[in-house]
């Protein structure tokens, strides 16, 4: 079922490949029951079946698919490595949002960098990094990065395919956890996301925390302005810490704090040890 949503939001070339190898490599090791029913028809000592010779053509079939999608998603990324190549050189700092789907980063991109990522409420929205320039409040400038959102028990062929968000990832400077507030089970998510990072060897990259939809949680009876609304949220909550900021990507409420912590942070990890 993911690999059908993730087929259904694929946009670009890369991302259309990425889920074709990841069906591709979901399919190999389960093709071994779908022609058992005709195996007993072999007869005879050292002679096969038709299902055995079916099942055979068609491993040989889908090992020459991932091999040639694989050949050609490495093409892609040499190209992107040598993006990155030329991105280390100018000596920007990278922010790479994280966090599960459907939390709001590419919302929040496209409001941070006046970006026009495709935007929607569904699952996996985002399959495929995007790039954004941003200027903080000191007027330096930093390269932001949407990439694909996590989920629970992630398999390891999305995984495996989804090496250019990996890439991403492990390119940053510094990560931007965005976590949707609104949801019931948002600590759980948030968790699973940590999880995975520390999986991918990211757990000690810096990071803070963004905590969306915060306009969501408020009594649609009365009227705010994001001061007063995050005033009374940061009363009414125990978990805004040093790192962590109250944001509305939908309005653009928390922006300010939320520069002023990119800012902070990626000061922080440039000043020697």
């Known amino acids: 079922m993911i690999l059908d949503v993730f087929a259904k939001r694929a946009r670009t070339r890369e991302g259309q490949l990425q889920v074709e190898l990841a069906q591709h490599q979901y399919l190999l090791p389960r093709l071994a029951g779908q022609w058992s029913h005709l195996e007993r028809l072999g007869g005879g000592i050292g002679t096969r079946g038709p299902g055995e010779a079916q099942l055979e053509t068609d491993k040989r079939l889908i090992r020459q698919k991932i091999h040639h999608l694989k050949e050609q998603l490495e093409e892609i990324r040499k190209h992107r490595t040598l993006y990155r190549q030329h991105r280390r050189k100018s000596g ?18 496209n409001a941070l960098s006046q970006a026009d990522v495709f935007v929607e409420d569904k699952l996996f929205a985002t399959l495929d990094p995007t790039t954004r ?17 996590f989920i629970r028990k992630l398999p390891l ?32 998510q948030w968790q699973t996301v940590e999880d995975i990072l520390t999986d991918l060897n990211l757990a000690d990259k810096p990071r ?19 001061q007063t609304a995050i ?14 900021v109250l944001i509305s990507a939908a309005k653009k409420w928390g922006f300010s704090k939320l520069l002023e912590l990119i800012h902070h942070t990626l ?6 040890a």
């Open 231 to 244: 005033n009374f949220l940061s009363d009414q909550s125990q978990t805004v810490s040093r790192n962590t």
């Open 92 to 109: 920007i700092p990278i922010v790479a949002l994280v966090g599960y789907t459907n939390t709001g980063k590419s919302t929040l991109l």
């Open 133 to 149: 320039r941003l200027t903080l409040p000191d007027k330096s400038a930093v390269l932001i990065t949407d990439t694909v959102g």
């Open 208 to 226: 803070i925390t963004a905590l969306n939809k915060i306009d969501l949680l408020l009594d649609r009876n009365k009227t705010w302005d994001e």
């Open 157 to 188: 062929t999305i995984v495996t395919a989804f090496r250019a968000t990996l890439e991403e990832l492990a390119e940053a400077s510094m990560l931007l956890h965005i976590v949707d507030l609104t949801c019931h089970n948002a600590a759980e």
């Open 267 to 272: 000061t922080q990890i440039a000043q020697p």
